[in-house]
């Protein structure tokens, strides 16, 4: 039973640590509204997003197109998006 157990228990560490890896990377383009330092609001089709936004420097200004690099479900109603990157960009939102 012993050698079972041993070589099970490490096949699960290995597993829980590549599931505490980086999580996924999204883009998002579109307008924005507002950048309060710690977060930033940007809208697309009528809607507004908000990411996090601690930690990176923002040069956009509101009304600037932007290209927003985040991790999260931007599909879940009330999911916390932080953003990794954003960059001003001349594509309009799509």
């Known amino acids: 039973m012993k050698k079972l157990a041993q070589?099970?228990?490490?096949?699960?560490?290995a597993c829980s640590l590549a599931a505490c890896g980086k999580a996924a990377e999204h883009t998002f383009?579109?307008?924005l509204e507002e950048n309060k330092g710690s977060m930033i609001t940007v809208a697309k089709d009528?809607?507004?997003?908000?990411f996090g936004t601690d930690g990176i420097t923002i040069?956009?200004?509101?009304?600037d197109t932007?290209?927003?690099t985040?991790?999260?479900?931007?599909?879940?109603?009330?999911?916390?998006?932080?953003?990794?990157?954003?960059?001003?960009?001349?594509?309009?939102?799509h």
């Open 70 to 93: 985040y991790t999260g479900d931007i599909e879940e109603v009330g999911a916390l998006l932080d953003a990794t990157k954003v960059e001003k960009t001349d594509a309009q939102p």
């Open 59 to 63: 040069s956009a200004k509101d009304g």
């Open 7 to 13: 070589p099970l228990i490490s096949l699960l560490l």
């Open 46 to 50: 009528g809607d507004s997003y908000v």
């Open 29 to 31: 383009t579109g307008t």
């Open 66 to 68: 932007v290209t927003v």
